[in-house]
């Protein structure tokens, strides 16, 4: 097998993952900004307020089905989500998405310190899989890996943890695996990672 055979999955893998980097999104955030979604009002309502305004920054272009959510301004998102964890210091959600934020813009290592804290106040199969995200960032993959398998022990039916494991396997070489997550991925709610791959011929 040639240099170029070798490479080919490789750079298809570095798109995806960079892709990937972009496209962990706060649940339940709507496809194009409309202003923050409602608030619970179990929480401190300003930081609630500026949690809501952070999670506009994630959204889904609408034009592509297969286009990943993307934050548009990650250091406002920052901003935004310091000032909810200042006034409710246990707010797992808000620390999740600014780890994401934060490794976005850069920071990765502070990122990964902030899905730990997310982990540890709400141990849910989402937040470890956005700590697994921030792992892939890292090059830890062995790390990405046990929390996408924790993950799916909490929640079998994560449709993030299934396509997460899909790219970690596809930057491994292991296509055929990587497909059957982005298929599980799909069946589970979330169709684009599979609509990826099946654009660059990887998945069938």
């Not at 901003?79 to 990765?108: N, T, V």
Request: proline share 5%.
């Amino acid at each position: 097998m040639t240099a170029v055979t070798y490479a080919r999955p490789l750079l298809i893998a570095a798109t995806l993952c960079f892709l990937v980097a972009c496209s962990a999104k706060a649940p339940d955030t709507a496809a194009k900004k409309t202003g923050p979604p409602g608030l619970s009002g179990t929480l401190n309502p300003e930081a609630e307020k500026n949690y809501a305004e952070a999670t506009t920054l994630w959204r889904r272009p609408v034009a592509s089905a297969s286009a990943l959510e993307v934050c548009s301004d990650p250091a406002e998102a920052v901003r935004k989500l310091d000032r909810a964890i200042a006034l409710e210091p246990e707010f797992a959600r808000a620390y999740a998405l600014r780890g994401l934020a934060e490794s976005e813009s850069g920071q990765k290592e502070r990122g990964f310190e902030d899905l730990t804290a997310a982990v540890r106040l709400e141990p849910t199969a989402v937040h470890y899989a956005f700590r697994a995200l921030v792992s892939m960032r890292l090059g830890q993959e062995k790390a990405a890996e046990r929390d996408l398998n924790y993950a799916l022990k909490l929640d079998a039916a994560s449709d993030k943890a299934h396509n997460y494991l899909g790219v970690l396997n596809l930057s491994l070489g292991g296509r055929e695996t990587a497909c059957a997550h982005f298929r599980d991925g799909c069946t589970y709610g979330d169709c684009s990672f599979l609509e990826a791959a099946r654009k660059e011929k990887i998945c069938p």
